[in-house]
T-cell receptor, first 113, second 109 residues
C-alpha cells in the first residue's frame, strides 16, 4: 500500500520532554514537508526538504528540528523549546516540480500535559 | 510577501444552492494555485489546481490575476461536499505550499 505514513497517531508528552514524530513515504518523492494545523490558522509550514541531507526552515521552525538522512524518511522532533507544542502535525511529500501535487499523511496529534 | 486569504471561516448553505468559497492571494510572481479539501476523518487531499482547468466533483475555480483571486465554485451543493477547504499557492524555485486559514463548508439537507 503506497503512501505517506505518520506515527504515532496520538502522542502525549510531559512538559520539558522532546518528542519525535515519524514520517515515511514510499512514493519515491524527492520533497518532504512538515506542517502544523491549528484551528483558525490553517496549515503553517515548519520545515521542508527538497533533497536528501538538505532541509530549510519554514515559517514557524523555532522549537523544532528535522533530519533527512534517507529519501523516504523525514522525522520531526518537537523540542522542549517549542512554547505551544499541542497541535495536529501533518507530513507531506511531492516530486520536485513546483506544480506537482503534494500528498499528505493522516497526521499526528500531539498533546502536552 | 506571499499570502493566501480566505475571508470566511464558515459557509453554510442548503443542498442544491450555489456555493462560492473565496480565496485571494498576494504573490509577486506567477503562482500556482490549488484547492485542497479535508473531509471528516480523511486526510487532506488535492481537489483541483488552476493549471489543469478541470472540474472535480462539480467544483471549478478560475484564476483571476487582475483581482488576485481563485474562488471555488459549484452550482448545486451536495451534502457530501461538507468539508474543510483550503486554498493554497506555490511558486518560485520550491514547491512549498502556502495555505489559507481554511473555510468550513456545511451543506444542510
Amino acid at each position: 500500500d503506497g503512501g505517506i505514513t505518520q506515527s504515532p497517531k496520538y502522542l502525549f508528552r510531559k512538559e520539558g520532554q522532546n518528542v519525535t514524530l515519524s514520517c515515511e513515504q514510499n512514493l519515491n518523492h524527492d520533497a518532504m514537508y512538515w506542517y502544523r494545523q491549528d484551528p483558525g490558522q490553517g496549515l503553517r509550514l515548519i520545515y521542508y526538504s527538497q533533497i536528501v541531507n538538505d532541509f530549510q526552515k519554514g515559517d514557524i521552525a523555532e522549537g523544532y528540528s528535522v533530519s533527512r538522512e534517507k529519501k523516504e524518511s523525514f522525522p520531526l522532533t518537537v523540542t522542549s523549546a517549542q512554547k505551544n507544542p499541542t497541535a495536529f502535525y501533518l507530513c507531506a511529500s511531492s516530486w520536485s516540480d513546483p506544480s506537482d501535487t503534494i500528498y499528505f499523511g493522516e497526521g499526528s496529534w500531539l498533546t502536552v500535559v | 510577501a506571499q499570502r493566501v486569504t480566505q475571508p470566511e471561516k464558515l459557509l453554510s448553505v442548503f443542498k442544491g444552492a450555489p456555493v462560492e468559497l473565496k480565496c485571494n492571494y498576494s504573490y509577486s510572481g506567477s503562482p500556482e494555485l490549488f484547492w485542497y479539501v479535508q473531509y471528516s476523518r480523511q486526510r487532506l487531499q488535492l481537489l483541483l489546481r488552476h493549471i489543469s482547468r478541470e472540474s472535480i466533483k462539480g467544483f471549478t475555480a478560475d484564476l483571476n490575476k487582475g483581482e488576485t483571486s481563485f474562488h471555488l465554485k459549484k452550482p448545486f451543493a451536495q451534502e457530501e461536499d461538507s468539508a474543510m477547504y483550503y486554498c493554497a499557492l506555490t511558486g518560485g524555485a520550491t514547491n512549498k505550499l502556502i495555505f489559507g486559514t481554511g473555510t468550513l463548508l456545511a451543506v444542510q439537507p
